[in-house]
């Protein structure tokens, strides 16, 4: 385990993060670097909500940490379109999406997340300046002992900003920001609305999931929502709810009042967080492709 650097300052961190990113101008070509928290089904989604000419590739391992990825421990279940060093050394995608294991603590302490997200960062800036950089935060398990939405409420700014991303970006070894897709975040939202009883046909948070961590088809969707949010920069209120899996299936979607309602959560939990890039000011019209 390596000694981390201090968090970068909070001056520093302000000044990196205060303009908004710029939307882009047309379709993306992303690289998912993660597990089955990202899985097949999320980047077909968002692919049918970006439009056709929307490209993406991924590597995605059991439970994988970004050191097993750089390849410094096993890969565990490889499943890949690309070899990441490969996809990252190529300069060909606009967009780097990268996450940790989803037990994060153990992460932290055992695999050095901070050094390995400062190692992809400076490596795809290498091979493309250009290159948009995001860290995708994720949930733990449903039956987390000290509460999921009460670690959701905390995880975010102690764990997946304070100790992996402001220590990275604290390196020195890549020029920030490193914009956030906040998984978590939309899920918590969503799952108090849901419980609230405001959101058509659900009744509660185990409705996006299929098991104790991984989501079903409704939370990948949601979870494309929140990509597209954070990706393109624009509102997804107003992108269908009729979509199919990785395997171009059909799959049970939300009625069209309850997709609005989270595609509008989606919108407000994006743009309410400054680490994403985006600001609901600047692009807050509805979607469009």
């Not at 069209?256 to 309410?272: H, S």
């Amino acid at each position: 385990v390596r000694c981390a650097p201090e968090p970068l300052g909070e001056a520093e961190l302000a000044a990196l993060y205060r303009e908004p990113l710029p939307a882009p101008n047309g379709p993306l070509t992303v690289y998912f670097m993660g597990h089955s928290l990202i899985a097949r089904d999320m980047p077909a989604m968002l692919a049918q909500l970006a439009g056709e000419r929307h490209q993406s590739d991924s590597q995605l391992g059991w439970g994988a940490e970004l050191q097993a990825h750089w390849g410094d421990i096993e890969l565990e279940g490889a499943e890949r379109d690309r070899e990441a060093h490969e996809a990252v050394e190529s300069g060909e995608y606009d967009v780097l999406v990268m996450t940790e294991k989803a037990s994060i603590e153990s992460s932290i302490q055992y695999h050095d997340s901070w050094y390995y997200l400062s190692e992809w960062a400076a490596k795809a800036q290498e091979s493309n300046s250009d290159i948009r950089l995001y860290m995708y935060e994720t949930w733990h398990r449903l039956d987390a002992e000290e509460g999921w939405l009460e670690r959701l409420d905390t995880d975010l700014a102690k764990n997946w900003e304070g100790e992996i991303i402001d220590r990275a970006l604290a390196t020195g070894r890549f020029k920030g920001p490193v914009y956030v897709i906040p998984g978590g975040q939309v899920m918590a939202r969503v799952a108090r609305e849901i419980e609230a009883g405001a959101i058509e046909g659900l009744a509660s948070r185990a409705d996006l999931f299929k098991d104790h961590i991984h989501f079903n088809s409704l939370g990948a969707y949601l979870m494309a929502l929140t990509h597209y949010a954070v990706l393109y920069g624009r509102s997804p209120v107003g992108l269908p709810h009729d979509l199919v899996d990785a395997k171009g299936e059909a799959v049970s979607m939300p009625s069209a009042e309850a997709a609005r309602r989270m595609q509008e959560i989606v919108w407000g939990v994006v743009t309410g967080y400054r680490r994403t890039g985006v600001r609901g000011q600047l692009r807050g019209q509805s979607a469009s492709r």
